[in-house]
């Protein structure tokens, strides 16, 4: 099944302003991070907070809004979440506790809770899971690369940075530079490459921007959990929703030699089917090459 199992997929944008002025994209993940903490679903979020070094993340126990706000916003580097997964727990007493992750750190998590070698009452304490998106990674030394010998702009003027339509785009000093994403891959870290998971199929929600128009997100509902936290978040208003039939793919043929335009839940099928491609390809190389694979990480 195209992006692994799941209840429900929507289109949605948060109508709180102050979150889609941070957000990456709809702000799906900050406002139902808000919505969950005000509601007690939560008392706690593990996210990716500002650090010292310019756009190198902190994994971040955020316990307030403001929390939350201040880590919106992607970065295109490892924020190694799990690791303070037991300070939460253990140091600061939370109950119930959202991580926020990579397809990888959402596997992590779950595997967690399914073998808590050495995480004794860490399962019982993660009340939600909310994956991002994930086409490949870089080490931070990787990014600051493709920032400033490719980009040419100073790593820490830098306001946003984005990657869509086969563009790596970051945003500084209000002007635009966007490279060929081409560029970047020799930057990416080696371990993405026998990665299959795009759309973060073991979470309770996963988001991304793939299928929908700049300023949404795309949005699957995979367990009751994340379904009922959802229909409750949409009952009080705090999205705007969209059905993904809106961003259909046109039904007109293509110009003669050209491909057909995939748009919406086509295009996020494409590219799910590209990285899971990708990964087998490499995985039957290391594996021709005597190295050692795990065939349960592809699926
Ligand atoms: C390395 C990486 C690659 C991505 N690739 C794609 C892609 O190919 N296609 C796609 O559609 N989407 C991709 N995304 C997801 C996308 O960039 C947005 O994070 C997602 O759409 C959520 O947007 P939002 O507006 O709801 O989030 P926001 O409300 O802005 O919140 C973003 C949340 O993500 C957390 N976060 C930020 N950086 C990281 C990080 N490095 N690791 C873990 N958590 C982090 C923040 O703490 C915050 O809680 C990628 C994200 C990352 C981190
Ligand atoms: S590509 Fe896979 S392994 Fe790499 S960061 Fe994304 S989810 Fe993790």
């Known amino acids: 099944m195209p992006f692994g199992t799941y209840k429900e997929v929507m289109a949605l944008k ?4 102050k979150i889609t002025g941070v957000s990456q994209d709809g702000g799906v993940v900050t406002a139902l991070l808000c919505y969950a903490l005000d509601k007690g679903v939560i008392d706690g979020a593990l996210v990716a907070g500002k650090g010292e070094t310019p756009w190198l993340p902190k994994p971040t126990i955020a316990t307030t809004k403001e929390e939350i706000m201040a880590a919106a ?3 295109y580097t490892i924020n190694p979440v799990v690791s303070v997964i037991k300070d939460a727990v253990r140091e600061q007493g939370l109950e119930k506790l959202a991580v926020v992750g990579t397809p990888c750190q959402i596997y992590a998590v779950q ?7 050495g995480a004794r009452h860490i399962p019982d304490k993660i009340a939600l899971t909310i994956g991002i998106f994930c086409t490949e990674n870089f080490s931070y030394a990787g990014l600051r690369t493709i920032i400033e010998d490719h980009c040419k702009v ?3 003027s830098v306001t ?3 990657i869509g339509g086969g563009k790596f785009k970051v945003k500084a000093a209000g002007k635009e530079v966007a490279i060929p994403i081409k560029e970047t891959h020799k930057y990416e870290q080696e371990g993405c490459h026998v990665c299959s998971d795009l759309t973060a199929e073991f979470a309770d929600i996963s988001t991304g921007s793939i299928g929908t128009p700049e300023g949404w997100s795309t949005v699957f509902t995979r367990t009751t959990k994340g379904k009922d936290l959802l229909a409750k978040a949409l009952a009080d208003g705090i999205f705007e929703k969209k059905s993904m039939d809106e961003f ?3 039904t007109a043929p293509p110009a003669p030699g050209k491909k057909p335009i995939k748009t ?3 295009l996020l099928e494409q590219m799910d089917k ?4 990708k990964a087998k390809k490499t995985f039957d190389e290391r594996k021709a090459m005597g190295l050692f694979v795990t065939p349960e990480i592809l699926y």
């Open 73 to 75: 916003g992607t970065k």
């Open 264 to 266: 919406g839940l086509d």
């Open 160 to 162: 946003k940075m984005e």
């Open 154 to 156: 100073p790593v820490d």
């Open 274 to 277: 590209q990285k899971k491609d």
């Open 111 to 117: 595997k967690m809770r399914l073998y808590p070698v």
């Open 248 to 250: 259909k793919s046109p």
């Open 14 to 17: 948060a109508k709180d302003s």
